[in-house]
Structure formats: structure tokens, C-alpha cells
């Protein structure tokens, strides 16, 4: 079938699925409402802290590792609070290493929270996903890890913001870290327009 152009509605009939050459169409030319990966950040604990932390203020890192790499903008933390660089669709998540160095059983809660009015005095936390994992420790220090995740759905840069938190049953358990391997890291994932 001859390609046909129709001059009055811009349109092309005729064109078979697959019949453009590669390079024809980029991102200049794609529809509005086609959702481009923008955003990629994520961070490393970088100071080890012992029992609860709500939130999760120690010493964190963005990736730097050879190898790792990030897209756009970075996330901004301050004091355990995190800003997301645009709005959007976020997928949010947490990955925590921990030890334990003595023979008692213990359990590890990790916990994503968010705020959608961070400028308030007092702002609003609500724990939005949560992930426990129960450890039966048959030896010394004993290690686990935890997976926690969630979709943030930020309107506003500057009213939702997340952080995150952890809860222990021992106050001597460990939340490990490290400046060179992602111990402990926080990912941060733009999908698409809010």
C-alpha cells in the first residue's frame, strides 16, 4: 500500500507497524503523555547505628561507585527528611543489612513514611509500607537483611516528602552501613508524571 498524506487532518495512512528507519522518531517528536525515565538516585548509609531510628538520620552518601550511576536531578536529604528534585509517580525504596552479636532471637522492622504537608508546623507522618523480618539467632553475630517499598505519588515538591525508619526488638542490634558497597540504600525511581 502507497503512503498516503493527508494534508488537512496531518495524517499518514498506509504505514506499516515498524516502517520508520531508525533515528526518525526521538524525544523531540514523541506525544506529551509518553512517560521518559528522568529521575534514578540512590544513596548508601554510611555510619552504622544501633536499636531504633525514626527517622533514619545518620550519614548517608549518593552512589558513586564504579559502575553505579544516577539520572537527573538528586534527591535532597536533611535531617532523615527527603525532597524529591520534581514531581511525579516515585517508586521509593529501602534495603537494610543488620547484625545481632548475641544469641537472642530478634526482629527488625523496616518502615517508609511520608508527609504531604511538610511545611506545616507540626507536618503529618503516615507509615505508607513496612517490612518485618524475625531472625532466630543460633549464633553470634548473627546477620539479616530487610526490603521495604512503595509508589509516592508527590504533587508538591515542597508539601510531600519521605523518610524512613527502623525498629528493633533488641536496642543493641546493628543497622549496617558502608562508603563502598550498599549496605544499607535508599532508591529513588521517577515512573511518570503525577
Given at each position: 500500500?502507497?503512503?498516503?498524506?493527508?494534508?488537512?487532518?496531518?495524517?499518514?495512512?498506509?504505514?506499516?507497524?515498524?516502517?520508520?528507519?531508525?533515528?526518525?522518531?526521538?524525544?523531540?517528536?514523541?506525544?506529551?503523555?509518553?512517560?521518559?525515565?528522568?529521575?534514578?538516585?540512590?544513596?548508601?548509609?554510611?555510619?552504622?547505628?544501633?536499636?531504633?531510628?525514626?527517622?533514619?538520620?545518620?550519614?548517608?552518601?549518593?552512589?558513586?561507585?564504579?559502575?553505579?550511576?544516577?539520572?537527573?536531578?538528586?534527591?535532597?536529604?536533611?535531617?532523615?527528611?527527603?525532597?524529591?528534585?520534581?514531581?511525579?509517580?516515585?517508586?521509593?525504596?529501602m534495603h537494610s543489612e543488620h547484625s545481632h552479636s548475641s544469641l537472642d532471637d530478634?526482629?527488625?522492622?523496616?518502615?517508609?513514611?511520608?508527609?504531604?504537608?511538610?511545611?506545616?508546623?507540626?507536618?503529618?507522618?503516615?507509615?505508607?509500607?513496612?517490612?518485618?523480618?524475625?531472625?532466630?539467632?543460633?549464633?553470634?553475630?548473627?546477620?539479616?537483611?530487610?526490603?521495604?517499598?512503595?509508589?509516592?505519588?508527590?504533587?508538591?515538591?515542597?508539601?510531600?516528602?519521605?523518610?524512613?525508619?527502623?525498629?528493633?526488638?533488641?536496642?543493641?542490634?546493628?543497622?549496617?552501613?558502608?562508603d563502598a558497597t550498599n549496605r544499607t540504600s535508599f532508591t529513588f525511581i521517577r515512573?511518570?508524571?503525577?
Amino acid at each position: 500500500m502507497a503512503l498516503i498524506l493527508n494534508g488537512s487532518t496531518n495524517t499518514i495512512a498506509g504505514l506499516a507497524v515498524g516502517g520508520l528507519p531508525d533515528g526518525t522518531v526521538d524525544t523531540d517528536t514523541l506525544a506529551s503523555s509518553v512517560n521518559i525515565i528522568k529521575y534514578v538516585d540512590q544513596w548508601r548509609l554510611t555510619t552504622e547505628f544501633s536499636g531504633d531510628a525514626d527517622p533514619i538520620t545518620t550519614s548517608v552518601q549518593r552512589i558513586q561507585s564504579t559502575g553505579q550511576g544516577t539520572i537527573g536531578a538528586q534527591m535532597s536529604p536533611s535531617s532523615g527528611i527527603w525532597t524529591f528534585p520534581a514531581t511525579g509517580i516515585w517508586q521509593v525504596s529501602m534495603h537494610s543489612e543488620h547484625s545481632h552479636s548475641s544469641l537472642d532471637d530478634y526482629a527488625v522492622e523496616g518502615y517508609i513514611k511520608v508527609t504531604t504537608n511538610a511545611s506545616a508546623g507540626s507536618p503529618s507522618w503516615a507509615d505508607v509500607a513496612v517490612s518485618k523480618i524475625n531472625n532466630v539467632n543460633d549464633s553470634t553475630n548473627s546477620a539479616t537483611h530487610n526490603d521495604v517499598y512503595t509508589l509516592i505519588d508527590v504533587t508538591d515538591t515542597a508539601e510531600v516528602k519521605v523518610a524512613f525508619r527502623i525498629n528493633t526488638t533488641h536496642a543493641s542490634t546493628q543497622t549496617k552501613s558502608s562508603d563502598a558497597t550498599n549496605r544499607t540504600s535508599f532508591t529513588f525511581i521517577r515512573l511518570g508524571a503525577t
